[in-house]
């Protein structure tokens, strides 16, 4: 992820040569009763554990479409891959943020997508996403079984800044599947600035091979598994006793803020657990899919 709606836009009229110089076949057009709704421009959680504020971010670089050139494509486990672009005018983002992709068909049909960005600011002139390979996803579709080093796409942002780290409090991450995927960002900022402020993760997957990141955690991270584990380590849904410890012995001074991302569902049961510990609402923060 994230890919926010899980496929959730495409716009424009059915396609001509893509205005970002897309040098590669045009993408199929949307499977019958695919999900083809307008992504919202500026992600809001519709939830009532949502904090109101938003960390002010500039809306300029934001405004304005550039060419992003893929350089890398890392697999991360059978259904995700990490895909790696050059984008010189970057202007940087917070952990957290997301951007906007557009695809340019050769007929001229366009699709949208919003997505997470997984690597941290200081990664100068590049950012990096992590996605799912959905099911009849057009976009998704493309990159996990087209895409090849020196296509080029289009990319917009980083937008929003509800979901956004700035590295200054601390930080419990709470996150499931591809949800992880802006959590990651935040881990990734806190390590290559060496910040000394506390910083936690739960992730929760289905098995070890669903892990994204997998080989990128460190004492900060507890993985919890719902169906296959290794050897010795209990399998089941993320539960109040994975949670309670950094809510009690284990909460710094002055509290956690408790950023939450994942399906619907997911989010709503994380969430619940926390305030059922004691994390205060208006301190937890909730991006969602699906």
Same mark, same amino acid.
């Given at each position: 992820m994230t890919e926010r709606s899980a496929e959730s836009s495409a716009t424009g009229r059915r396609p001509s040569a893509a205005s970002s110089s897309w040098p590669i076949a045009p993408f &199929?057009? &949307?499977?019958? +009763?695919?999900?083809?709704?307008?992504?919202e421009p500026d992600f809001v959680p519709v939830t009532r554990f949502a904090v109101p504020g938003r960390i002010a971010v500039s809306n300029r670089a934001a405004a304005l479409w550039q060419t992003a050139t893929l350089t890398e494509v890392r697999r991360e486990t059978p259904d995700a891959s990490t895909f790696r672009f050059a984008v010189p005018g970057w202007a940087g983002h917070l952990p957290g943020q997301h951007l906007m992709l557009r695809l340019t068909a050769d007929d001229g049909y366009t699709a949208q997508r919003h997505y997470s960005i997984a690597s941290p600011p200081d990664d100068a002139g590049h950012i990096e996403l992590t996605l799912d390979h959905v099911e009849g996803g057009e976009v998704s579709g493309w990159f996990h079984s087209v895409a090849k080093p020196g296509d080029e796409v289009e990319v917009r942002g980083p937008l929003s800044g509800f979901f956004a780290w700035p590295g200054d409090r601390p930080a419990l991450l709470i996150g499931a599947g591809s949800g992880v995927v802006p959590l990651m960002s935040m881990i990734r900022h806190h390590r290559a600035r060496d910040l000394s402020v506390p910083l936690r993760l739960l992730v929760s997957a289905r098995g070890p091979e669903d892990l994204?990141?997998?080989?990128?955690?460190g004492a900060e991270t507890t993985p919890v598994f719902t169906r296959r584990a290794p050897k010795g380590v209990p399998v089941g849904r993320l539960a109040a006793s994975h949670v309670a410890p950094l809510l009690g012995a284990e909460q710094p001074p002055g509290g956690w803020e408790a950023y939450v991302c994942g399906s619907n569902a997911f989010a709503e049961h994380a969430s619940r657990l926390l305030v059922a510990a004691g994390q205060p609402v208006d301190r937890? %923060?909730?991006? %969602?899919? +699906?």
């Open positions: &199929p057009a &949307p499977l019958p +009763g695919a999900d083809t709704r307008v992504a994204i990141y997998a080989r990128e955690y937890i %923060r909730i991006e %969602r899919f +699906g």
